[in-house]
Structures are given as C-alpha cells and as structure tokens.
Nanobody, 125 residues
Framework: QVQLVESGGGSVQAGGSLRLSCART????????MAWFRQTPGKEREGVGS???????NYADSVKGRFTISREYAKNTLYLEMNNLKPEDTATYYC???????????????????WGQGTQVTVSS
C-alpha cells in the first residue's frame, strides 16, 4: 500500500526557515507528479509547488523566490525548503502524488490521488 509521510514541520519566527520531507513508501514506481499543498481552517487546499519525473518544478506565485522543491528519486522522497517564512505561510502542509498524468503537473488538489496526513507549520511574527 502506497503511503506518503511528511515530516519536518514546526514553529519558527518570521524570517526563519524550515525543511519538509515527504517519503513515499510501498512502491518503487516513480509518480508522474509529486506536489506540496497547504491548508488553513476554513480555506481550500492551496497548491504550493509540484515536481515531475523530469525535474520540472512549478511554484505558486505566493512562494516563488522563497520556497524550493526538490525530488530525490532514489529515495522516492520530495522536499520543500522554505526560507524567509511569513506568518501567512502558517498552515498544515500536505504531500501529494499521482502515478500517471499527461501534461505539466498541476497545482490543483483534484489532480492528485495520493495524500499524506500533513505536517503543521506555524510562523509567528
């Protein structure tokens, strides 16, 4: 059974950094797309960034220049390096994946069918 397990969340002050990891277990198959999403209570899940098998990375405008996504294929792991964090980055961060997908990896939650349980990131001012 495929599982996505996030780790690395925590609490930091504004301007600080955190690195999230997402380990995909239960399958050696490399998904077409892996992505990070975030969600706050009462709001829809928001795409942060995605990475396809060819290393093409796509970011939401709100995190460009501050967040970096990388994908380690040998470990089937996705990372999210977050720098210059702001209070508005506070959210539960989720890892997502989809095995087969035609076209650029999207940042809509409906495009993914594998999800982790989430890890909390809290940024204080």
């Amino acid at each position: 059974q495929v599982q996505l397990v996030e780790s690395g969340g925590g609490s930091v002050q504004a301007g600080g950094s955190l690195r999230l990891s997402c380990a995909r277990t239960g399958s050696n198959f490399a998904p077409a797309c892996m992505a990070w999403f975030r969600q706050t209570p009462g709001k829809e899940r928001e795409g942060v960034g995605s990475a396809d098998r060819d290393g093409i990375i796509n970011y939401a405008d709100s995190v460009k220049g501050r967040f970096t996504i990388s994908r380690e294929y040998a470990k089937n792991t996705l990372y999210l390096e977050m720098n210059n964090l702001k209070p508005e980055d506070t959210a539960t961060y989720y890892c997502a994946a989809i095995n087969v997908y035609a076209g650029p990896c999207e940042l809509a939650a409906s495009g993914y069918n594998q999800w982790g349980q989430g890890t909390q990131v809290t940024v204080s001012s």
